[in-house]
């Protein structure tokens, strides 16, 4: 062989060697990035990406992606302090909302006592229903911002969900009753027993049940399986895929829902998750089905 074709051969191994060495690098420093951005992205923290690299175009790469970084905990941090300002501001208003109700109510009382002609009496009645509407929704504004404002109170212990369901059910009987229906109960007689907090399971059932009086059709079922699954099922033509993709949201309401808050669910998704459980909505052949897993 000439020597010639031998120095060709020399040089071209000694680039392949140097190319594959680059390239193996090239590989550890995205794998390295990937890792340290999952957990940048996972874990609060303020430090950024790091690098033992001298490749000027990885170097830009991990650049770019800190100052994404940092950009993203800039809107975290204005989020959370939205959100607790926010929370406040629903305590502030439902505190300040309950003394001129108070107020009022008083008033009404007082007003009761007096002679009035039946038109008036008309009137006193439209305006003692709008007042209770009104402390229906302060207290319910009050009780999300308990809620999402801490996580003390909650106490793990042996919950029977059986029981609990059944206790929901028979509490809020009457309200079904006065809508025309009749709840269809599916509880197995083996106790399905989950540690959970106990008050926030039954506000849990409480949230969905009224969330049935507001939207069904006439019907209610609610079954119970032993792996722990609960699901609430009624038929309703007031809600679409998009209405029920939006239920858990916070402040969501549908045309039909003029005296709530829209925080019932969202209340019950908070807590469930509080409790390890996980809720879902979905929308099958008319039907609206809330499924509740512990």
Do not use: W
Request: charged residues 30%; negative net charge.
């Amino acid at each position: 062989m000439e020597p010639f074709l031998i120095v060709v051969i020399i040089i071209l191994t000694a680039v392949i060697v140097i190319m594959a060495v680059k390239i193996f690098n090239m590989q550890r420093s995205m794998d390295s990035i990937t890792e340290e951005l999952k957990q940048k992205i996972s874990i609060d923290t303020n430090s950024l990406i790091t690098l033992n690299t001298v490749d000027k175009h990885i170097r830009k790469l991990a650049s770019e992606l800190n100052k994404e970084l940092q950009l993203l905990r800039k809107e975290e941090i204005k989020y959370i302090r939205g959100n607790d300002e926010l929370q406040k501001a629903i305590v502030n208003i439902s505190h300040d909302l309950r003394t001129p109700l108070t107020a009022i109510s008083g008033y009404l009382d007082l007003l009761e006592q007096e002679e009035k002609s039946n038109e008036a009496e008309q009137y006193l009645e439209v305006i003692r229903d709008r007042i209770e509407v009104l402390k229906s929704l302060t207290e319910e504004l009050f009780r999300y911002s308990v809620v999402t404002s801490t996580t003390d109170g909650i106490c793990l212990e042996d919950v029977v969900i059986n029981s609990e369901i059944e206790s929901a059910i028979a509490g809020m009987y009457g309200a079904f009753v006065e809508r025309g229906i009749t709840p269809e109960i599916v509880i197995p007689e083996e106790k399905v027993i989950r540690k959970l907090d106990r008050r926030s399971f039954q506000r849990i059932c409480a949230n969905i049940l009224s969330n049935a009086l507001k939207y069904s059709d006439g019907d209610l079922t609610v079954e119970l399986k032993t792996n722990g699954e609960i699901l609430f099922a009624n038929k309703t033509d007031r809600l679409d895929a998009t209405d029920v993709g939006k239920l858990f949201d916070r402040f969501f309401t549908v045309e039909n829902a003029h005296y709530s808050t829209g925080l019932g669910l969202s209340i019950a998704k908070l807590l469930t998750e509080r409790n390890g459980g996980t809720i879902g909505a979905e929308l099958k052949d008319g039907r609206l089905i809330i499924r509740v897993c512990f």
